[in-house]
């Protein structure tokens, strides 16, 4: 009896079969001319050079006379205070109307001014309100609500007040006059402002008039410098604070800068 015998495909036969299979993969995988057509232009253009950004102007503050202008100090220290970098610009006591502000001649003071982000802000108080809302974390006012408002009392209270010490005790810090003699009229400012020293210092523990340095101490600082100038008589703990105002380190650099200063302002340099 004979065995059925199988049938089998040659190899040669079964390979042109695989290449065609594999032609026929690659075709279909390869992306069509319609298909390439549809996929958008957005997609296929390159990214957008983004143009360099523009530099940001550092702030500029004007200030004048470091020797004779307590405002110009008020408003410096306050923008070192909270951090800012900024330019700064000194006009010259010689300009007429600086020189009307140093004198007590104007009714209205321009400097300091600051130019921050495309505004101006001239008034010393308006500069200390502008920083604390732009730098807060600075500390410029107390974070407790009670202390924020008696701070700005006695902030205020020296921006308005105290006009018979700024006429009988001008600021001038080269000048020192041992044994000066105040006045009735200064006298009372004098004994108001150390009033004002001695119940932030016991209520808020020291050592600076809020506990912290803030914009309280700024306000008063060229005050410290007066009384040093006039050598106005002081009881240890407000004698305490002067020192520790004038030890900080801004008001040092100032000073320094003060005392090289050309004197502009023979009304101020007479002998008293």
Known sequence: MRA????????SAAAPAS?????????AAAPTKSAASKVPKAAIRPPAI??????????TLTVSSKNYSSWSLRGWLLCRMAGLDFVE??????????????LLQSSSFLVPCLEHEGL????????????????PGAGLLPKDKAARAHCRSICGEMHSGFANLRSALPMNIKAHHPGFKVWTGA???????????????????????????????????????????????????????CRLVLSHPSIKE????????????EELDVEF
């Open 187 to 241: 006298q009372a400012d004098i004994e108001r402002i150390l009033a004002i020293w001695r119940e932030c210092l016991k209520t808020y523990g020291g050592p600076y008039l809020f506990g912290a340095i803030s914009m309280a101490d700024a306000m008063y600082a060229p005050v410290c410098s007066r009384f040093t100038t006039y050598d106005v008589k002081l009881d240890p703990a407000t004698r305490a604070y």
């Open 254 to 265: 100032w000073t320094a800068a003060a005392k090289i200063e050309p004197d502009e302002l």
């Open 89 to 102: 610009q000194q006009l010259s006591a010689a300009d007429p109307s600086i020189r009307a502000e140093l």
């Open 50 to 59: 983004k143009p360099k950004a523009t530099l940001t102007p550092k702030p």
């Open 4 to 11: 059925a015998s199988s049938k089998s495909t040659p190899a």
């Open 19 to 27: 290449k065609a299979l594999a032609t026929k993969a690659v075709k």
């Open 120 to 135: 101006r802000i001239w008034d010393t108080l308006a500069i200390a309100e502008y920083l604390h809302e732009i730098a």
